[in-house]
C-alpha cells in the first residue's frame, strides 16, 4: 500500500488517461487487492502465476477508486467494471505506466543516482559506489540485496524492490538528506520494469553468466532485461560504466554508444579507459595497478579475491561517471571494505587454517571465488556448497562442476531448498562431482569441512553469504554460515581464534 494522510492526486497528476477520459480523485496507489483501501488506485499486473485482474473484483470491494490493468486484466474484469464503474486506465505496459505514476506520486529521489547490473558482483559495486561516496562526503546509500545501507538503512524483500516500495523509500531517502544512491538492477527488476521511472545519471554493467534461466527461459532473453537498463533506463546523456573484459560487454557498449551515452570501459584491454595494469595478490588483501587517462596509479585493497578488481573499477568509474573528480576517487579506494558475506573471513582453526563465508551462487561465481582465495591457500581448499531451490535447476550440476575443477575437497549440503527436496538437489549438484561428501544437514557440513582442515588448508562456504535463514518449505530458520563456522572452530578446538 502506498498512500499518506489526506495527500490525493487525479489520474492526469500521475500521467495517466482513463478510457472516456473519466477523472478520479486518487487517495494512494496499489499493487496488491489486499493492501488497497477507499479511493486508492488499484494496479492490476500481469504476474507469473496469475493475472492481477483477476483480483479487481476484490479491489472495487475494498473502495479502489481506480483500475489501472493491460487489455487482458480489463478482459477478465469486464463485468465487475460494468457492475461497479470506476476510471480504467488500459496500458499497453501497465508494469511500466505504473513505474511512472508511482515516481509522481512519491515526487522525490536522491539527486544523483547510479544502477549496476551484471549476474555477479551487482551488490559489491553498489556497496563500493556508496562506500566512495560516503569517503567523499556525500550523505549516500546504497539499495540492493542486502537492504538499503549507508546514511539511510531498511530491510528490503527484493534486490530491486517493486515499483511502490522502490518509490517510497528513493522519496524518504531524499526527505532525509540522501543525496546520493547506487542501486542494484536485477534482471527480474528490469524485466518487470520496477525502476523504469527512476532518474539515473550512470549505470554499470558487471558480467553475464548463467543463473535465473527459470525466468528468462535463455541466455539471450537475460541478457536483453540486463541490457533494459542502457537500451531503455539510462537517458541518452547517462553514462555507462562497462566491464569489457566480459564476453557480452562490447554487446552492452554497443547498446549504450547507439543511444548516445557516453561509455567508460573498465579491463585490462588498451580499449580500456580505467585499464587494470597489475594486479598482485597480498595475505590481507590486494594491490592494484591501472591507469585512468593514460595516467597510472596504484593503490592497496584491504579486499580479498581478483574479481574484486572488477567491482572496484566498476564503483570508481560510476563515482566519477556521477561527477567526482578522479583523483579524489582513487584516493579513497585503500578505505573499501567487503560487503559482508563476500569473501569474509569469519574464522581461523588452532592451526591456522582460515575459513571464509562467500556468496557464490552461480556456476561462474563458484569458479570465480574458488579461484580467488586459490593464491592464499598452501595446501588444500576446501569448500562447502547448496544450490537453491525453486530456483535455475540447470546451474546445479554446472556449480558442481565448477567445484570439482577449483577445490581440493567438496562438502555438498542444503541452500535454502524451498518447497523442492533437498536431497534431489544435492543429487543434481553431486553427478557433476561424485567424489564430493553429501552432508544434507549445513552445520554438519560446515562442522565436517572444518574439521578436515589441516595446516595450510583453507575452507570456503559458498552460497548463503550474508544470509541468516536457511528457507526449508516456507519457514525461515536462523542459520548463518559465519556463526555457524565459529562455532565449528571453537568445539573443535575449545576456541574461536
Ligand atoms: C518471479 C517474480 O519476480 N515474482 C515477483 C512478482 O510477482 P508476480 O507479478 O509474478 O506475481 P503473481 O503472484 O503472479 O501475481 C500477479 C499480480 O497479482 C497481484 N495479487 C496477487 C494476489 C492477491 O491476492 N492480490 C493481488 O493483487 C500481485 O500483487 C501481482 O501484481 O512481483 C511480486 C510483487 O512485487 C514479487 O513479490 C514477486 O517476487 C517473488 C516472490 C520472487 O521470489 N522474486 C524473485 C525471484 C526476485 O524478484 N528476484 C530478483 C533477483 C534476485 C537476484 O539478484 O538474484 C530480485 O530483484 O530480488
Ligand atoms: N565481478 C565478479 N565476477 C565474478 N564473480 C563475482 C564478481 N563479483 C562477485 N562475484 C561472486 O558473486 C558473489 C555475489 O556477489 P554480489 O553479492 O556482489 O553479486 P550480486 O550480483 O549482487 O548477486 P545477486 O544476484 O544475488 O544479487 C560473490 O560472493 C562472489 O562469489
Ligand atoms: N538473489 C539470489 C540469491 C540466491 C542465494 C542462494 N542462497 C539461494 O537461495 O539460491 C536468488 O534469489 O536467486
Ligand atoms: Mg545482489
Redesign the pocket.
Known amino acids: 500500500m502506498a498512500g499518506s494522510a489526506g495527500k490525493t492526486a487525479s489520474l492526469a497528476d500521475l500521467g495517466l488517461a482513463a478510457r472516456g477520459g473519466a477523472e478520479a480523485r486518487i487517495t494512494g496507489v496499489s499493487?496488491?487487492?489486499?493492501a488497497v483501501r477507499e479511493g486508492h488506485l488499484f494496479a492490476?499486473?500481469p504476474?507469473?502465476?496469475?493475472?492481477?485482474g483477476e483480483?479487481i473484483t476484490y479491489a472495487l470491494r475494498m473502495g479502489a477508486g481506480a483500475v489501472l490493468t493491460d487489455a487482458a486484466g480489463a478482459a477478465i474484469a469486464a463485468d465487475a467494471l460494468a457492475a461497479h464503474p470506476v476510471p480504467l486506465v488500459v496500458a499497453e505496459d501497465p508494469r511500466q505506466a505504473l513505474a511512472y505514476a508511482a515516481a509522481l506520486w512519491f515526487a522525490a529521489q536522491p539527486d544523483t543516482m547510479v544502477a549496476v547490473t551484471g549476474t555477479n558482483g551487482?551488490t559489491s559495486v553498489a556497496s563500493f559506489t556508496r562506500q566512495i561516496w560516503a569517503a567523499l562526503d556525500h550523505p549516500a546509500a546504497s539499495i540492493g540485496?542486502t537492504g538499503v545501507e549507508g546514511a539511510f538503512s531498511a530491510p528490503l524483500?527484493?534486490?530491486?524492490p517493486?515499483t511502490l516500495t522502490l518509490h517510497r523509500l528513493l522519496a524518504a531517502m531524499a526527505d532525509d538528506g540522501v543525496t546520493h544512491a547506487a542501486m542494484?538492477a536485477?534482471?527480474?527488476?528490469l524485466d518487470?520494469r520496477r525502476m523504469d521511472a527512476v532518474r539515473l545519471v550512470a549505470a554499470g554493467y558487471t558480467n553475464l553468466s548463467q543463473?535465473?534461466l527459470d525466468?528468462h527461459g535463455d541466455m539471450d532473453s537475460y541478457f536483453t532485461a540486463k541490457a533494459g537498463l542502457f537500451a531503455r533506463l539510462l537517458p541518452d546523456d547517462g553514462v555507462a560504466v562497462i566491464n569489457f573484459d566480459d564476453p557480452r560487454g562490447a554487446d552492452m557498449a554497443a547498446i549504450a554508444r547507439a543511444r548516445g551515452q557516453r561509455v567508460i570501459g573498465v579491463g585490462q584491454g588498451a580499449d580500456a579507459d580505467l585499464r587494470l595494469l597489475v594486479q598482485r595478490a597480498e595475505p590481507e588483501g590486494q594491490i592494484l595497478r591501472f591507469s585512468w587517462d593514460g595516467r597510472p596509479h596504484q593503490v592497496r585493497l584491504g579486499l580479498i579475491g581478483a574479481f574484486q578488481a572488477e567491482n572496484v573499477l566498476v564503483a570508481a568509474g560510476l563515482a566519477i561517471a556521477a561527477g567526482d573528480a578522479p583523483e579524489r576517487v582513487f584516493a579513497v579506494l585503500p578505505r573499501l571494505t567487503t560487503v559482508r558475506g563476500r569473501m569474509s573471513h569469519v574464522a581461523t582453526r588452532a592451526n591456522g587454517a582460515p575459513v571464509f563465508v562467500d556468496y557464490a551462487h552461480t556456476p561462474a561465481a563458484v569458479a570465480t571465488a574458488l579461484a580467488a582465495l586459490r593464491p592464499h591457500v598452501l595446501g588444500r581448499l576446501i569448500c562447502v556448497l547448496g544450490a537453491g531451490g525453486d530456483r535455475d535447476r540447470a546451474k546445479r550440476p554446472l556449480m558442481g562442476h565448477a567445484a570439482a575443477a577449483h577445490a581440493d575437497g567438496i562438502y555438498v549440503t542444503d541452500d535454502n531448498p524451498r518447497s523442492e527436496d533437498p536431497a534431489a538437489i544435492r543429487a543434481a549438484i553431486l553427478a557433476a562431482c561424485p567424489e564430493a561428501t553429501e552432508v544434507g544437514d549445513r552445520a554438519e557440513a560446515i562442522l565436517r569441512a572444518v574439521d578436515a582442515l589441516g595446516p595450510g588448508d583453507a575452507l570456503l562456504i559458498l552460497g548463503k553469504g550474508h544470509e541468516t535463514g536457511q528457507i526449508v518449505g516456507d519457514t525461515v530458520y536462523p542459520f548463518d554460515d559465519a556463526e555457524q563456522a565459529s562455532i565449528a572452530v571453537a568445539a573443535l578446538d575449545g576456541t574461536d581464534r
Do not use: I
Not at 504476474?47 to 492481477?52: D, F, I, L, M
Not at 536485477?186 to 527488476?189: L, W
Open positions: 499493487l496488491d487487492s489486499r492490476a499486473l504476474g507469473t502465476r496469475v493475472h492481477g483480483f551487482k540485496t524483500p527484493h534486490t530491486t517493486d542494484e536485477s534482471s527480474h527488476g518487470q543463473d535465473h525466468y
